[in-house]
């Protein structure tokens, strides 16, 4: 009895040993990538407030067409085009040039921002990873004059990302001079009142030790089992020899 017990144990530790090492060895977890906490700028670019460990992040920075507007404390603009489709100069521009990652997938971006009364009412964002062509990833054919946040923005598309530049091209503005301004701001509530554009991911982390120890302690119990096993056995095949041989004595006596 006590013989099969050790058996079924034995074959327990050989299942327990495969199972651990289908386990993939490395874990997504789920995280922001960049954030910018908007401030006005009149110098040009604006740091990332945040970024992912190893990540090079972006400045928040203007395009050639468009000009620092010095009033106000968010980081605000002037000089889109009056025209009704996109200046190719006329962007702002976040993101990150370097991740260590070669498993960064983009999940959503977050973006609060508003306009002047003859700002652009238009705008599209535009998304380039790796140094490849840009896309669109979003679009916006009345921008609220009083703010509006717009969440969850996807770019689950994205996958195995090591680089990302964000373009956002405002338009279709009623005047060009000071007067006609877009600006980013802060969103007042979730997902942080210091964020102002958020861009969300999940990156491949190696998995930690505990699997190879339990392995390893599964190794030496799964040895030592086997040798008491070999010996439980042994101990049997000799009792049974000597019944054996007492039973032939007892018949032939
Ligand atoms: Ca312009
Ligand atoms: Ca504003
Ligand atoms: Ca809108
Ligand atoms: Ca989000």
């Not at 495969?18 to 874990?27: A, E, G, K, R």
């Not at 140094?131 to 916006?140: C, P, S």
Request: proline share 5%; aromatic share 10%; glycine share 10%.
């Amino acid at each position: 009895m006590r013989y099969l017990v050790i058996k079924q144990l034995l074959r327990l530790c050989g299942t327990l040993m495969v199972f651990l090492l289908m386990i993939p060895v490395s874990v997504s977890v789920a995280g922001l990538i960049v954030a910018y906490d908007s401030h006005n700028n009149p110098e040009g670019g604006l740091p990332a407030s945040e970024q992912m460990s190893g990540v090079t992040a972006l400045d928040l920075s203007r395009g050639p067409g468009i000009l620092p507007n010095t009033s106000g404390n968010t980081y605000n603009s002037r000089g889109w085009t009056e025209g009704s489709v996109i200046d190719a100069n006329d962007f702002l521009q976040w993101g990150w040039s370097f991740s260590p990652t070669l498993n960064l997938n983009l999940t959503d971006l977050d973006i609060r921002y508003d306009r002047s009364n003859t700002g652009p009412t238009q705008l599209e964002i535009r998304l380039s990873i790796n140094g490849g062509t840009f896309a669109t990833i979003f679009t916006d054919n009345d921008i609220s004059s009083s703010g509006e946040n717009n969440f969850d923005i996807d770019i689950t598309g994205f996958t195995n990302v090591t680089s990302a530049t964000f373009r956002l091209f405002a338009f279709n503005a009623s005047a060009t001079t000071t007067a006609g301004t877009f600006d980013i701001e802060n969103f007042s509530t979730s997902p942080s009142p210091n964020r102002g554009i958020l861009v969300n991911g999940t990156a491949a982390t190696p998995i930690p030790e505990p699997s190879t120890f339990l392995l390893c302690c599964l190794a030496v119990f799964g040895i030592l089992g086997y040798n008491f096993y070999r010996r439980l056995a042994a101990g049997r095949r000799k009792t049974e020899q000597i019944t054996k041989q007492l039973e032939n004595n007892h018949a032939t006596g």
